[in-house]
């Protein structure tokens, strides 16, 4: 059975960090492209950041420079630092593995930033 669990969302004062993390388990972790997507109220859900099985990373212009993503296979987690954070990354975050176009996403967690 796959889980994906998320964990490190809260509430933080705008200009604030925090890091989430992603544990998986019941896949060859090293194998899977994961990503974070995050949605807001109202709003769909977006693609955050992602990182490929090779490294390789990927993020939205609107977090380029204040977000990365990072992974660590021997633990089969997959990180989010996101630094400098304003009211508008206020969303629930979702991780997500895929391979060969078959997706399994987290519960989600939820993120705040106060103005």
Do not use: H
């Not at 090293?30 to 390789?56: F, H, N």
């Not at 630094?83 to 939820?110: E, F, H, M």
Request: charged share 15%.
């Amino acid at each position: 059975q796959v889980q994906l669990v998320e964990s490190g969302g809260g509430l933080v004062q705008t200009g604030g960090s925090l890091r989430l993390s992603c544990a998986s388990s019941g896949i060859i972790f090293s194998l899977y492209t994961m990503s974070w997507y995050r949605q807001a109220p109202g709003k769909q859900r977006e693609l955050v950041a992602l990182i490929g099985s090779a490294g390789i990373t990927n993020y939205a212009d609107s977090v380029k420079g204040r977000f990365t993503i990072s992974r660590d296979n021997a633990e089969n987690t997959v990180y989010l630092q996101m630094n400098s954070l304003k009211p508008d990354d206020t969303a629930v975050y979702y991780c997500k593995a895929l391979r060969y176009g078959i997706n399994y996403w987290g519960q989600g967690t939820q993120v705040t930033v106060s103005s």
